[in-house]
């Protein structure tokens, strides 16, 4: 058998004779592979659609180094980011026993509200001096992967990041996620820039460093590295998906430094598949894909219509000051969300709390980034969904008793994120991840993910990332 040259790469084989020339072009191996000699079928390795060229995002030994430092760098801010959350929530609501909501429900009503209005009176000039002294600088880590060159302002993203954390520790209703991701992303510009990477790579260096970021926080280095691929390139080939799940790891093992080994949503029982949790995954799919796309509309026209300018001085501590006294009724809107998550998933709840918290959710974490607030949503996504769930399977089982609650919200759970970030296999294992539970559910929560995101795409196709995209210029 002859050798393979990198002419025979270049080339039409024989074997490939069904397919365009234009597309076997594009599926020539960039960097040749080591052995040069074909197996005896003589077919190539790149009819594997994944195994094929680098492009100019090319893996050489500078782009592994920074892949390193990317994770590294990632995994500490992680932790940063994370000690300024939690050294917030202790300060506005204790350190006493229990979860953050507990101590916010133990909170006089006077103190929940009193919280949000220093969190609003402090955050509203801390970000307008921010966007006035950095004006042109770029934070935006999905817009400089999607139609950038990678390149972040490490100031403006670190300060950012921490207003963020503060005010989220205080009580304020958007995710957690969006500093440890923008982090996440600045490591990989600097580290691209010290090891003088091109554009492709940058940009490249800087999904898995987002990836990582998130991976970090919610202790999920497989659902980091899923993120970057499906959700940041677009992509699961190779070249995307092995510094994907370098940088998440490496990520995850340095978060472990501060924050804690084990799931997110801990002590979830085991539950078991029944028929019932089927059917209904199949009507709640398509239903929580509708919702999905008018919640992610929602957040595209705030994020366009947000206060910007002097008004925005006063802009989070009026919304802040209208979630507290919300917050009075229903302490669960607190912070980004994850304890209502957890408590649905337990099971714990009423028919009306959870169509409550449903309604609510979505509106108070619009009326926060409306006022100008910067942070994530995924962890708001993500519970909305819960409690959804939780709402549907409370009503299911009046008609088809059997079925725990806690498993209808992690379906609703899993297919609301799925939907909102228009990635359902990142959506599906970041809920296993973040559980350690679900397996059992994996087909239900499958159908239900599956037509949730098929429906949104069907219908429009953003996600709550890319809604929140500024302006075109």
């Not at 098929?454 to 302006?471: E, K, N, Q, T």
């Amino acid at each position: 058998m002859e050798h393979e040259t990198a002419s025979d790469r270049r080339r039409p084989d024989a074997a490939d004779s069904a397919t365009p020339p234009s597309a076997r072009l594009l599926r020539a191996r960039v960097p040749t592979p080591l052995i040069k000699r074909r197996l005896p079928s003589g077919r190539g390795a790149t009819e594997q659609p994944n195994n094929t060229s680098e492009g100019d995002a090319s893996l050489d030994a500078r782009f592994w180094i920074a892949v390193l430092v990317t994770g590294i760098a990632a995994g500490l801010f992680g932790d940063l980011m994370m000690f300024v959350l939690f050294g917030f929530e202790h300060l506005a609501f204790g350190s006493g026993a229990g979860d953050y909501q507990s101590r916010v429900e133990r909170a006089s009503a006077l103190h929940r509200v009193a919280s949000l209005v220093i969190a609003g009176a402090f955050a509203g000039p801390a970000w307008y001096l921010l966007r006035k002294h950095t004006a042109g600088e770029s934070s935006e880590v999905d817009e400089v992967v999607w139609a950038g060159d990678g390149r972040l302002s490490p100031r403006r993203s670190l300060l950012t990041g921490v207003i963020s954390e503060i005010v989220i520790g205080m009580g304020a209703s958007i995710g957690r996620e969006a500093a440890p991701k923008l982090m996440g992303g600045v490591s990989g510009s600097i580290s691209a820039g010290w090891f003088k990477l091109n554009d492709s790579q940058r940009r490249l260096l800087v999904a898995c460093g987002a990836g990582a970021g998130l991976a970090t926080v919610y202790n999920v280095p497989l659902g980091g590295a899923l993120f970057t691929a499906e959700l940041m390139m677009g992509s699961v080939a190779l070249p995307v998906v092995l510094p994907a799940v370098a940088c998440s790891l490496v990520a995850t093992a340095v978060g472990w430094l501060y924050l804690p080994q084990h799931a997110t949503y801990a002590d979830i029982p085991p539950y078991h598949y029944r028929t019932s949790l089927l059917l209904c995954a199949l009507v709640l799919g398509p239903l929580i894909g509708l919702l999905a796309t008018a919640y992610i509309r929602l957040i595209g026209w705030i994020s366009h219509h947000h206060l910007k300018g002097r008004i925005a001085i006063a802009g989070p501590l009026g919304a802040f000051a209208v979630l507290g006294a919300i917050g009075i009724a229903y302490p669960a809107l607190f912070g980004n969300g994850k304890d209502m998550a957890h408590r649905a998933f337990l099971g714990q709840g009423s028919l009306l709390l959870f169509l409550a918290l449903f309604a609510l959710k979505p509106l108070v974490t619009a009326l926060c980034l409306g006022s100008g607030a910067s942070g994530g949503l995924f962890t708001p996504s993500m519970s909305t969904g819960a409690v959804f769930g939780g709402f549907a399977g409370t009503a299911w089982s009046m008609l088809w008793p059997g079925s725990p609650v806690g498993a209808f919200a992690l379906i609703g759970a899993a297919a609301m994120l799925g939907a909102a970030i228009q990635a359902p296999l990142a959506g599906l294992v970041l809920v296993v991840e973040l559980t350690h539970s679900g397996f059992s559910l994996l087909v239900p929560i499958m159908a239900a993910t599956f037509l949730a995101t098929a429906v949104s795409r069907r219908l429009d196709g953003y996600s709550i990332y890319s809604a929140r995209l500024p302006a075109s210029r």
